[in-house]
């Protein structure tokens, strides 16, 4: 089995696929509007012929999907796929925590899956997965250019090599608790890091209950730290991959967030996992978190009252900026020692082809990379498929990509900026220095010592510029 699909084979299907997107295109007046307000309005799901005879099996590692219905469409989604094209699927979900772990082990062991997914940078492993740039070429010749958040997430510029594949991306906007912020003269919630902070600690103050920004070595917290840091024109690298951490304006974030956990906060953000703050959103246990929109998802079918006070922001506003991590990066590996990337890679064409179908059994959850591919989605946001009340409510979603950027932004998410993710190198930073065990200075000089070698390590295999 080659390592990789064939140009030719590509190009044959290439009509098919042309097909495949103007049927999913035909269906936006389907499924947009009043039309789609059950979930019977599903998008039609289409074929894209592989460009070559498949056969053998496919083995899938995936996260479990924070919207449990996208997994149960999935898991026919791609069974129905490999009985069409002659492939045995098998999808395995797992714990989002989990998978960078499972990844690790079976690439150290050279064997385990062939396709893998996770949710957030997987540039670390860069050495060990396959060249994913003949996939990305085809779909861009499909269907267009590919976000640019989502090619700064999976493409290195110093190998000039796409290390993954990313369809798909989910914002990272403020869920609020209107009814809490209303009190404090804030209906529409927080519209900057300073509102946030008066805000948060007055409800906090008259009702006890408090702010929901993670400071534990975890994804959401990750997220978080960087929002803020940018938001101060703080960052881990330049644009020309190098580190700028140790700065003024990285010290005001550190400074910045000390005060909120101390006023606002409680030590429970300290041994977070990534549902932690959806659960206290939802239990009603706090005020605010940064999050995808799936808690509200929750909320609206365990708690309808809280579902429906739940309300969204975009990117707080700083001294410098405004802008918030991506909260969930499509990050689709094939790992080297894969018995079928062939197929892998086939079914990632195919995958993504049905975009329409990922976003709405996602529940709106994951957007497209190729935007050109889900034109309802506007139709969907400004009018909600599941009952959001009112209905526009996910409305500020469509111009997400203008206040959202990738993990290592300004830069690329090169290996090292995947490193210190992975390595939760940031969140501890803030911890640290909220917890009183050093001063913002301190921490920020820390981080930069941990970063430097980072960087230098994979700078010296020729993985990293600057």
């Not at 789609?36 to 099996?57: D, H, I, M, Y």
């Not at 997430?153 to 798909?168: A, H, I, Q, V």
């Not at 010290?251 to 953000?269: D, H, I, P, Y």
Request: positive net charge.
């Amino acid at each position: 089995m080659t390592d990789r699909l064939s140009r030719r084979g590509f190009l044959s299907s290439t009509a098919l696929a042309a097909g495949a997107y103007g049927l999913a295109a035909g269906c936006a007046s389907e499924t947009s509007g009043p039309q789609a307000k059950n979930t019977g309005g599903a998008p039609k799901e289409v074929f894209t012929a592989p460009g070559r005879k498949l056969g053998g099996s496919l083995s899938v590692l995936m996260w479990s999907h924070f919207v449990p219905r996208h997994d149960k469409w999935f898991d026919k989604f791609a069974a129905d796929w490999g009985k069409r094209v002659g492939v045995t699927v098998r999808v395995d979900h797992i714990n989002t925590v989990d998978v960078p772990r499972r990844a690790a082990s079976e690439i150290q062991a050279g064997k385990g899956h062939d396709l893998i997914q996770h949710i957030a940078p997987f540039s670390q492993y860069e050495p060990s997965v396959l060249d994913m740039s003949d996939v990305v070429q085809e779909a861009n010749r499909r269907w267009g250019q590919q976000l640019e958040l989502c090619r700064k997430s999976s493409y290195n510029p110093n190998t000039k090599r796409f290390y993954c594949y990313t369809p798909g991306w989910s914002p990272d906007p403020g869920d609020y608790r209107r009814s809490m912020w209303q009190k404090v003269g804030l209906p529409n919630g927080p519209g900057s890091w300073d509102e946030l902070l008066r805000g948060a600690s007055e409800i906090k103050r008259t009702t006890g209950v408090p702010c929901g920004i993670g400071l534990s070595p975890e994804t959401d917290s990750n997220m978080a730290a960087r929002a803020l840091l940018w938001s101060y024109g703080a960052a881990e690298q330049d644009a020309d991959e190098r580190v700028t951490i140790n700065s003024d304006a990285a010290v005001a974030a550190v400074e910045f967030m000390t005060r909120l956990f101390k006023e606002a906060e409680t030590e429970e953000v300290f041994s977070w996992v990534p549902a932690s703050n959806n659960q206290a959103l939802i239990a009603g246990k706090s005020s605010y978190i940064l999050n995808s929109i799936s808690a509200w998802r929750t909320a609206m079918g365990t708690n309808r009252q809280i579902g429906d006070d739940i309300f969204f922001t975009p990117a707080l506003r700083g001294p410098r900026a405004a802008l918030a991590a991506q909260h969930v990066i499509q990050q689709w590996i094939v790992p080297k020692h894969a018995g079928n990337p062939d197929a892998a890679k086939e079914f990632l064409l195919h995958y993504t082809a049905n975009f329409p179908a990922v976003t709405f059994h996602s529940e709106l959850y994951d957007l497209p990379g190729w935007p050109s591919l889900v034109p309802q989605l506007n139709g969907w946001l400004d009018n909600d498929p599941y009952g959001a009340k009112p209905a526009n409510k996910l409305s500020l979603l469509k111009n997400a990509t203008s206040w959202s950027a990738n993990i290592g932004y300004p830069g690329p998410s090169n290996p090292a900026i995947g490193e210190i993710f992975s390595t939760n190198v940031l969140p501890t930073m803030f911890g640290r220095a909220a917890r009183g065990q050093v001063t913002a200075k301190q921490a920020v000089a820390e981080a930069e010592g941990q970063i430097n070698k980072i960087f230098q390590r994979w700078r010296d295999r020729g993985l990293v510029g600057g």
